[in-house]
């Protein structure tokens, strides 16, 4: 059984810091990439980041979270993280995981979803 596991989420001041971690079983983790998406109240769900399978040696990151939200996978955990900084309220949602067997079109589709991690930072 496939499972994505979020955690870390929480209340923080704004231009604080967080890490997310997503627990993943069920499947071989390093064979798939990975991605961190959110979702705001009323808002659509978007994408936050990616990373490639094996290695992660590719990643992408939203143009709005550059140089402040970071992914990362360590597949002898099979973790993957997010380490945020420079947050702002904008930055409240819930957070997901998701992974998919190729780093390509994770906005159209991906295999598997957690269930989610409040993030909320406060003004």
């Known amino acids: 059984q496939v499972q994505l596991v979020e955690s870390g989420g929480g209340l923080v001041q704004a231009g604080g810091s967080l890490r997310l971690s997503c627990a993943a079983s069920?499947?071989?983790?390093?064979?798939?990439?990975m991605g961190w998406f959110r979702q705001a109240p009323g808002k659509e769900r978007e994408l936050v980041a990616g990373?490639?399978?094996?290695?992660?040696?590719?990643?992408y990151h939203a143009d709005a979270q550059k140089g402040r939200f970071t992914i990362a996978r360590d597949n002898a955990e099979n973790t993957l993280y997010l380490q945020m900084n420079s947050l702002q309220p904008d930055d409240t949602a819930v957070y997901y995981c998701a992974a998919k067997s190729v780093f390509s079109d994770f906005e159209r589709a991906m295999d598997y979803w957690g269930k989610g991690t409040l993030v909320t930072v406060s003004s």
């Open positions: 990373i490639s399978r094996g290695s992660g040696a590719a990643t």
């Open positions: 069920g499947f071989t983790f390093s064979n798939y990439a």
